[in-house]
């Protein structure tokens, strides 16, 4: 961006009550720590404020992104040119609908707390994100949860915001939800919210689940570690950490970027791994899984 350009957003984002960084390290803003500066981070407070900087953006040729919690990315170790949007400090509210089991949830807000929050109130569908450190923004990108529940099952419709301006609200049958995927992982947009459809059960019972997820989690997924999350998809022959373990992988490294002992599917950063070291770890794992069981690996993680 020009010298003009960051002057230009700067009092863009003043007027619009927009809080506003340059040059703003990117790796304390995810789960992995790995990531160089954002030309501008934008922390907004309101729809009109995002829709006020994308006009902007696209006027001046100016590309963006959007950050949610941090999980399940991987940042370049140069850094991101333009904008990126950080979500969880704005669009965090929820709203919930007593009487028609329904609850509107804003991008920036944690999909632990709404499950806690729906167990608070006797509601079932969402204690299969209790354990998933990121924003429902995210969780909706990929179609987040386990294997026997998932966003998709409880969404009724998704807001979002265009480089045109225009804001557009898509029912679930048009989300393009599959395992880890929807339409938002191919088209630029900035999801807004949500509607959820939940349903009645007791309390305790809906606790009783999320305490078995988050027990399984912890068991079995290295959480007391920088990481991102799984970092390849579930393809049609058997799972991705079975493949990588028979391939030998578990213990793997390029620098500080380790493959998990207690999960293959999970790269954790001991200390200074740098997005390059994670990428060549990527390259590695992909080629023994493919050499061993002839399976091609897709990426589950986002690398910007």
Not at 42 to 47: I, K
Not at 95 to 119: F, I, K, S
Not at 191 to 208: Q, T
Request: hydrophobic share 40%; net charge negative.
């Amino acid at each position: 961006m020009t010298d003009r350009q960051r002057c230009e957003l700067t009092q863009l984002a003043s007027r619009n009550n927009i809080g506003c960084m340059l040059d703003k390290p990117l790796a304390p803003l995810t789960t992995w720590s790995i990531g160089g500066p954002a030309d501008v981070l934008l922390q907004p407070q309101s729809p009109d404020a995002i829709a006020a900087v994308v006009k902007w953006c696209g006027a001046e040729g100016v590309p963006w992104r959007v950050l949610g919690g941090g999980s399940n990315v991987l940042i370049p170790d140069e850094g991101v040119p333009g904008v990126v949007f950080h979500l969880p400090l704005g669009l965090g509210q929820v709203d919930w609908e007593v009487g028609r089991n329904e609850v509107w949830v804003a991008a920036g807000y944690l999909m632990p707390r709404l499950a806690r929050q729906a167990a608070e109130r006797g509601l079932r569908g969402v204690e299969c994100v209790v354990g998933v450190p990121g924003t429902i923004g995210g969780g909706i990108v990929t179609n987040a949860g386990v294997p026997d529940g998932t966003l998709a099952d409880v969404l009724v419709e998704v807001e979002a915001l265009y480089p045109d301006g225009q804001r557009r609200t898509w029912p679930v049958a048009e989300l393009g939800l599959g395992h880890r995927t929807s339409r938002f992982r191919a088209e630029q947009a900035v999801i807004l919210g949500a509607r959820l459809r939940l349903e009645p059960d007791d309390p305790d019972a809906v606790r009783a689940r999320m305490t078995e997820h988050l027990v399984y989690r912890r068991a079995t997924q290295p959480l007391n570690q920088h990481t991102a999350g799984s970092v390849f998809r579930r393809p049609a022959e058997g799972f991705p950490g079975q493949l990588l373990e028979a391939a030998g992988c578990k213990g793997l490294r390029h620098g500080d970027a380790v493959v998990s002992e207690r999960h293959a599917n999970w790269i954790e950063n001991h200390g200074a791994a740098t997005a390059a070291d994670v990428l060549a770890l990527i390259d590695e794992m992909r080629a023994r899984v493919l050499a061993h069981s002839g399976v091609e690996l897709e990426l589950e993680v986002l690398v910007w």
